[in-house]
T-cell receptor, first 115, second 113 residues
Framework: DVKVTQSSRYLVKRTGEKVFLECVQD?????MFWYRQDPGLGLRLIYF???????EKGDIPEGYSVSREKKERFSLILESASTNQTSMYLC??????????????FGQGTRLTVV | AQTVTQSQPEMSVQEAETVTLSCTYD???????LFWYKQPPSRQMILVIR??????QNATENRFSVNFQKAAKSFSLKISDSQLGDTAMYFC??????????FGTGTSLTVIP
């Protein structure tokens, strides 16, 4: 089974802190994604990466950055956490181009609270 | 830009009955993929069913089936013989060759015993 593992299930951080959310997948997937999930808004794409050291902005990249130094790991960084970044964060991964494979696998989510 | 609309924030169904969740989308592309994902309470998001836009036949996976109307840009999910384990948030999603998934706002389904 494909496993996408997020480092923390719950996280509480203070305003202004630098926050790292880690995601690891064990199936050699090229594509990895970070979403935030908010009630009534669904899932919104923050950043995605289609290869090591490659990244693309999603719909809401402001206040976030990402790092992909190794194929299996995709990190989301909140440079200076703010209360409006309190949310559920979901990592996902997928292999190949859409013509080859379409299923994305998700991690269990990290519920981040910024106080 | 692609948009995905789920107009039913909450739905409920009696156990063993059938329920249909609605989804519409907007795109100018001709080749794309549609999905329904399920997110049980406090558990991981999992794929329920997928549909390739170039296929006319509606996808089916056991008790789950879709009604794909390409011209109307509609992609509804039918759950037959509903079970308590079907209680979850359901997300409709769209993916084009651009590699990004676009999700709807979700429908919270409750199966009533």
């Amino acid at each position: 089974d494909v496993k996408v593992t997020q480092s923390s299930r719950y996280l509480v951080k203070r305003t202004g802190e630098k926050v790292f959310l880690e995601c690891v997948q064990d199936m050699d997937h090229e594509n990895m994604f970070w979403y935030r999930q908010d009630p009534g808004l669904g899932l919104r794409l923050i950043y995605f990466s289609y290869d090591v050291k490659m990244k693309e902005k999603g719909d809401i990249p402001e206040g976030y950055s990402v790092s992909r130094e190794k194929k299996e790991r995709f990190s989301l960084i909140l440079e200076s956490a703010s209360t409006n970044q309190t949310s559920m964060y979901l990592c996902a991964s997928r292999t190949g181009p859409p013509e080859i494979n379409t299923e994305a696998f998700f991690g269990q989510g990290t519920r981040l609270t910024v106080v | 830009a692609q948009t995905v609309t789920q107009s039913q924030p909450e739905m409920s169904v009696q156990e063993a009955e059938t329920v249909t969740l609605s989804c519409t989308y907007d795109t100018s592309e001709n080749n794309y993929y549609l999905f329904w994902y399920k997110q049980p309470p406090s558990r991981q998001m999992i794929l329920v069913i997928r549909q390739e836009a170039y296929k006319q036949q509606n996808a089916t996976e056991n008790r789950f089936s879709v009604n794909f109307q390409k011209a109307a840009k509609s992609f509804s999910l039918k759950i037959s013989d509903s079970q308590l384990g079907d209680t979850a948030m359901y997300f409709c999603a769209f993916m084009s060759t651009g590699n990004q998934f676009y999700f709807g706002t979700g429908t919270s389904l409750t199966v009533i015993p």
